[in-house]
């Protein structure tokens, strides 16, 4: 196993504070009253970060967990707009996000591969209080990050307070309330260059306006980006394909009419729509890939949220209610899974309706006993149309006739319905036996549903059996009835426990079990034989909940004098009955299963010292590993999958920064800021063709050992800031994605080429 060290940013000469160094701001700072406490609010010298990871308000360092926050100055500072930015500051993550809108979080070695089609994620990624995060094989939206309160990464399983989608852990994303008793502006414009000829540009803007004074305000957000590719399609003939347009805003009304009541109200969309991929094929050179036509991972999202607190003695009730629409679409050329013989692709639509409900009642902090409990309700409605479609003039060409659709060249669609739902009830409670220990437990206990109906307009043909063996004349056109498949049910408890002991004012320790589970998954092809071999398999009905149990001690501390910050926290890790993605081999058709266990045991740390003034250095990362355990021949022999394996993540990852900040006058202050990321290298998936043990999957491989390198010079003056930076020094083009199926050419997600460029920033 590799050592070395990960070190993540923090900003000092302008207060610009990372995640790690904020926590380590102040030593001699008084800890935040109960009043803080109950507001989310803290006094302009407490060095405490206030975190709602347990759905109250508590000090990052009081909770039981491991959790990297992530402040708006430090997001701004550093250029963070997407998730590649918050994983490269967060130990024991993995990002797989080979091109825009395909994002898949990996935490502490939960996954079997970076795609995971057809399963849920094993990160819940919350926007507020909607679950963001679905299933691979569909889009997820990188959301706009600018003016947002803070960004809180959890890592462990969450199911107590984020259900069935929070695995291995849970990302959230928390907007910024208007401020009832200040007019405010900021703004910030990026404009950068990659290679030669790519410009990337970002424009932030926000307003706020307290439209009666401590009782009524108005925040309003937007921004726009356009960003210009890297990436050539040799088959398009585009350069720089895979270009990404992406707006949006959000605006939130925030009503206080009485100390004890509040209404906040949000609505907010985004657009994000790429050109092209950036998936690539090395062996036709540097940042080149091909596909017949651009592959599209494209997203809208409106989102509609009212949230209701009050006040009462001694409790805080809210209730959260949040409707969303999301339009993604999904095209992408498939004909690598023919060789590339002839013209084959997808185009999958899916439009998403959400509501969620979240109803709880949280104590006041203070007393001997902390507690909340509450209610969440999910009703989801997925509407998938799948259309598979050649080109007129390659049916034309070899003499097949009787494709559908007004163009003929339809060979294939699938369209259903998917309704899903979840209710669960949910409670925690910390009881304090003294003011340096204090115990905490939870349970969570979830209904899940999921029904999938079959809509006219499916049909299969024999086009792929015509197309590879050179036959002609008409297709066999086979209509799919329509149908109601059996309903997908599953209930479960999550449970967690801990007991804290604070060994000092400044030292806290921890000891903690969280179980985790997903839902069931419905296979879309249940029952479905091959229309290439019939001998091969019959598509299953789908998979049961799989299962994990995490064990975690931790210790977040302040030494000497707060010059040196420190977060440790080791896990191990029992999943079972893995949900996994398996292909048919005839015809690569995903579906769904289960097989055997595996464990994942591993340290995390987080690290930063401030010496002296102006100066500090830190470091953060994980080392450990995750392997198949529990494997039976059978299990292997559908998955693909072997005993002792390694899954899908990094045994070493980590980065480091030095920083040095500065005093150009009495108004002018600056910072130098250089990083260093190193990420090990993992397999991409299985290492075997499912159906047939021992063979090697052409598919199969390691991504790329690499390290990053980042510098930034920044300076501020009263209201404004500058910041100049370059991204990837060395220009390093390693290899940090493989795409685990061969139905694409182009499989291998890259680094973002050397990029060079300016942060302009306004803050009224």
Do not use: C
């Not at 009666?212 to 309003?220: H, K």
């Not at 017949?292 to 209610?321: C, V």
Request: charged share 20%; hydrophobic share 35%; no cysteine.
């Amino acid at each position: 196993m590799k050592h070395s060290l990960l070190l993540s940013s923090s900003l000092l000469g302008m207060a610009i504070a990372g995640p790690a160094y904020a926590q380590a701001a102040d030593p001699v700072a008084p800890p935040a009253t109960t009043e803080q406490l109950a507001t989310g609010t803290q006094a302009a010298n407490d060095g405490d970060i206030i975190v709602t990871a347990t759905r109250r308000n508590e000090r990052l360092r009081d909770v039981p967990l491991s959790i990297t926050a992530f402040s708006q100055s430090k997001l701004s500072a550093e250029g963070i707009v997407g998730y590649e930015g918050l994983a490269r500051e967060t130990p024991g993550i993995v990002i797989n996000k080979p091109t825009a809108n395909f994002n898949n979080f990996t935490a502490r070695g939960i996954a079997t591969n970076g795609y995971g089609a057809g399963l849920s994620s094993t990160v819940a990624i919350y926007l507020d209080e909607l679950p963001i995060s679905t299933t691979g094989n569909s889009t997820v939206i990188d959301p706009n990050l600018y003016d947002v309160e803070r960004v809180e990464f959890l890592r462990g399983p969450q199911g107590t307070l984020f259900g069935a989608g929070s695995l291995s852990g849970a990302l959230r994303i928390l907007t910024k309330s208007p401020n009832l008793g200040k007019f405010d502006v900021s703004g910030s414009a990026d404009i950068g260059l990659t290679g030669s000829d790519s410009v990337r540009q970002r424009y932030n803007a926000m307003v706020n306006v307290p439209l009666i004074d401590d009782v009524l305000g108005l925040r309003v957000v937007g921004f726009y980006r356009h960003e210009d590719g890297w990436v050539d399609n040799l088959d398009t003939g585009v350069h720089n394909a895979n270009t990404l347009k992406d707006y949006g805003g959000r605006a939130i009304l925030l009503f206080k009419p009485t100390d004890r009541l509040s209404a906040r109200f949000l609505a907010s969309y985004e657009n994000s729509d790429p050109a092209d991929s950036a998936l690539t094929t090395p062996r036709l050179g540097r940042n080149k890939r091909r596909s017949f036509r651009p592959d599209i991972y494209a997203g809208k999202l409106q989102n509609y949220n009212a949230t209701i607190d009050y006040q009462f003695d001694g409790a805080r009730l809210t209730s959260s209610s949040t409707y969303s629409h999301y339009q993604q679409d999904f095209i992408v050329d498939i004909s690598g899974a023919v060789g590339r013989a002839f013209p084959y692709g997808i185009e999958a639509t899916g439009p998403q309706k959400t509501f969620v409900q979240e109803t709880r009642l949280a104590s006041d902090p203070g007393g001997s006993f902390d507690w909340v409990i509450g209610g969440f309700y999910l009703d989801r409605t997925l509407d998938v149309t799948q259309i598979f479609r050649s080109t007129t003039a390659f049916l034309a060409s070899r003499g097949i006739t009787g494709g559908q659709g007004p163009t003929g060249d339809l060979v294939q669609s699938l369209v259903y319905r998917q309704k899903s739902h979840e209710l669960a009830g949910f409670g925690e409670v910390t009881y304090r036996f003294s003011d340096r220990f204090w115990a905490t437990g939870g349970i969570r206990y979830g209904r899940t549903d999921s029904q999938i109906e079959y809509l006219p307009g499916n049909f299969n043909s024999n086009f792929l059996t015509k197309a590879l063996f050179g036959q002609t004349g008409p297709l066999t056109v086979v209509q799919v009835p329509v149908s109601t498949q059996p309903k997908v049910k599953g209930s479960r408890p999550s449970f967690k426990g801990s007991l804290s002991f604070r060994a000092s004012d400044n030292v806290t320790t921890y000891a903690s079990v969280s179980t985790g589970y997903r839902a069931p998954v419905r296979n879309a092809n249940a029952g479905r034989p091959s229309v290439i071999s019939p001998n091969d398999l019959t598509i299953p009905a789908g998979a049961d909940s799989d299962k994990l149990i995490n064990y975690e001690v931790g210790l977040k501390g302040r030494f000497f004098g707060g010059k040196l910050m420190a977060n440790f926290a080791l896990y191990y890790i029992n999943w079972n009955d893995i949900q996994v993605q398996a292909n048919r081999v005839s015809d690569s058709v995903q579906f769904a299963t289960n097989i055997g266990g595996a464990r994942s045991r591993g340290l995390e740390f987080e690290i930063v010292a401030n010496p002296v003034n102006h100066l500090s250095f830190g470091a953060n990362g994980s080392i450990g590993g995750t392997k198949i355990t529990k494997l039976s021949a059978s299990e292997a022999a559908i998955s693909g999958a072997v005993l002792g394996g390694r899954l899908s993540a990094a045994n070493f990852q980590g980065s480091m920064f030095a920083q040095v900040g500065f005093d150009l006058s009495e108004a002018t202050s600056g910072y130098f800021n250089a990083t260093f990321q190193h990420v090990g290298s993992f397999p991409n998936n299985f290492p075997h063709v499912p159906g047939k043990p021992g063979v090697i999957a052409p598919t199969f491989g390691y991504t790329d050992s690499y390290e990053n390198i980042n510098f930034s010079l920044a300076l501020k003056r009263d209201k404004l800031s500058a910041t100049l930076y370059l991204e990837n020094v060395l220009d390093d083009h390693s290899i940090t994605y493989i795409h685990p199926e061969g139905f694409v050419d182009s499989r291998f997600g890259t680094l973002r080429p050397r990029t060079v460029g300016i942060r302009l920033g306004y803050n009224l």
